[in-house]
């Protein structure tokens, strides 16, 4: 998933209003009415979102101050090869294991059916 990608997950985390199994309707982070979740899912998917939104922002702020450092590094009389690829790479890991504790977590949380649906929203975020 890109960063394009991870932005668009994220605003779209933060603008929608479900509608709860049992009409109880309050705001929420994602636009997920239609996987039918329960009010204990719906706390739980708010809670792992809350949780990966906090992790995003914290990991936003150190890829910039890397993407700072790596541009000292392209600037520098010498390109240092080996330091330059490690900072890049550190970042995508730290990428993907935020994504891979939200997916974990939702993972535990959705059912079968609810994934299904869910994978849906994230092939309509990827073409967006």
């Excluded at 936003?60 to 090869?81: A, C, G, I, M, Y």
């Excluded at 730290?94 to 299904?116: A, G, N």
């Amino acid at each position: 998933m890109s960063w394009i990608q991870i932005i668009i997950v994220s605003l779209c985390l933060t603008t929608a209003n479900p509608v709860y199994a049992d009409d109880d309707v309050r705001s929420f982070p994602m636009d997920l009415h239609d996987l039918g979740l329960t009010h204990q899912q719906h706390k739980s998917v708010e809670a792992a979102m809350k949780e990966y939104q906090h992790a995003y922002r914290r990991h936003h702020r150190q890829s910039e101050k890397t993407q700072d450092e790596l541009n000292s590094l392209f600037l520098s009389p010498t390109f240092d090869t080996e330091t330059f690829r490690t900072k890049n790479l550190e970042m995508e890991r730290t990428s993907i294991e935020i994504r891979t504790r939200l997916f974990e977590r939702l993972h535990t949380i959705l059912t079968p059916e609810q994934k299904r649906r869910f994978i849906r929203h994230i092939k309509e975020w990827e073409v967006e």
